[in-house]
Each structure stands twice: as C-alpha cells, then as structure tokens.
C-alpha cells in the first residue's frame, strides 16, 4: 500500500533554531517527493519538488533531502522565523503509467510552531 | 493575484442544504483536482479533471457529491443533502500540461465547509 508518514507529528522551537522534519514512504513506483507548507486556513504552497536523481534541494532556509534506497526524506529549516509556523506536508508522487495523472500521496504532515 | 483562486472561502450550512463551490484555476493550467482536508488530515484525492474531462473520481466522491468543469476553465463542486461529515476545507489545485512539470500542483485557499 502507498504510504507516506511524517515525523514527529508535531514540534515547538524557539525563533532562530534549526529543526529537521522526517518524510518515510512506502510509494512505488516513484516519480517525486515534494513539500509543501501549509499556513492555518490556506491551501498547501509548494517549497521544493525532487526527483529520484536528486540528493539535496535548497529553497531559502530549506533544504530537502532525499534517499531514493532508503525511501525518506528530511526538510531541514535554518535560523527559523515565527512565520515558518504551519504544517509542513510531505507529498509522493507515485508514476502511474496508464492513467491520466500520476498519484499523489500526502502525509498527515509535521505541525510547527516557533515561539519567539 | 494569478494563483488558483476559492469562492467562497467559508461556508456554513445546515445539515441537509446543498452547497456550491467555484474554483477558478491559474489560466492556461489544463488539468484541475479537487481535494478534501479534515483536520490534521493531509488532503485527500477526489476528483481530477483535465480540461472539460473527468477522468478521475475517488472513492471518497459519494453519490452526493459532483464536479464539473463546463468549459474546461473553471470548476464547480457540488455536495447534495449536506452531512456533518462533509465538515472539512475543499481545496482545488491546478496543474499546467503535462510535458512542462512534474505535474506541479498549485492550490487555492481553500474552501471551509461547516454543516450543522
């Protein structure tokens, strides 16, 4: 079954520290990993999108990682700000060769919270 | 604003009403996705369109529930005899042609449905 589990479902930290969030997944065949950030009430805005060749990825304060032989990934958030408070949601895109679009896998995402 | 955009962006109904939402994709995205988020929940998949097409409905899409996109621009869905169930935030996502992205999708705000 395709899965994808993020860890931990939950994380507080002081503005400027660093935390790394945890992406596991179970999704075959892979086509992309993506993270996305989700503010309370908004829609999910994309942060990096990596394909299977792709080791690390860097968007700002973000950088992803990716381990295609293991199946994980990590999003790791320098220096923090009180605005990278949100959800971060990690999405598998599984290729789906005969259908109309490849499937996406969404965790139940990470929820963090930088307090000033 | 030329992202993917909601209307409305909060709905509360009585249990048993129909409800109605709009989503207006970015212009030009050909391909259009319908999704479901309950809390601490990632989203869920119900239905995907491209251009007029359905080509794609969940298993979550009951009998209740339409979509449709008339002209193969915007998208409207439909949830007859409302349930407390339905409670949730309806997000839409849009994504250009295939050949140009790892189907990127891109999401609205989101619409939140309160049935009482």
């Known amino acids: 079954k395709n899965q994808v589990e993020q860890s931990p479902q939950s994380l507080i930290i002081l503005e400027g520290k660093n935390c790394t969030l945890q992406?596991?997944?179970?999704?075959?065949?892979?086509?992309?990993l993506r993270w996305y950030k989700q503010d309370t009430g908004r829609g999910p805005v994309s942060l990096t999108i990596m394909t299977f060749s792709e080791n690390t990825k860097s968007n700002r304060r973000y950088t992803a990682t990716l381990d295609a032989d293991t199946k994980q990934s990590s999003l790791h958030i320098t220096a923090s700000q009180l605005s990278d408070s949100a959800s971060y949601i990690c999405?598998?895109?599984?290729?789906?060769?005969?259908?109309?679009?490849?499937?996406?896998?969404f965790g139940t995402g990470t929820l963090l919270a930088v307090q000033p | 604003d030329t992202g993917v955009s909601q209307d409305p962006r909060h709905k509360i109904t009585k249990r048993g009403q129909n409800v109605t939402f709009r989503c207006d994709p970015i212009s030009e995205h050909n391909r259009l996705y319908w999704y479901r988020q309950t809390l601490g929940q990632g989203p869920e998949f119900l239905t995907y369109?491209?251009?007029?097409?359905?080509?794609?409905k969940s298993r979550l899409l009951s009998d209740r529930f339409s979509a449709e996109r008339p002209k193969g621009s915007f998208s409207t869905l439909e949830i007859q005899r409302t349930e407390q169930g339905d409670s949730a935030m309806y997000l839409c996502a849009s994504s250009p042609p295939a050949r140009r992205s790892y189907n990127e999708q891109f999401f609205g705000p989101g619409t939140r449905l309160t049935v009482l």
């Open positions: 369109f491209q251009n007029e097409a359905q080509l794609e």
């Open positions: 992406c596991n997944y179970t999704v075959s065949p892979f086509s992309n």
């Open positions: 999405v598998v895109s599984a290729a789906n060769y005969g259908g109309a679009t490849n499937k996406l896998i």
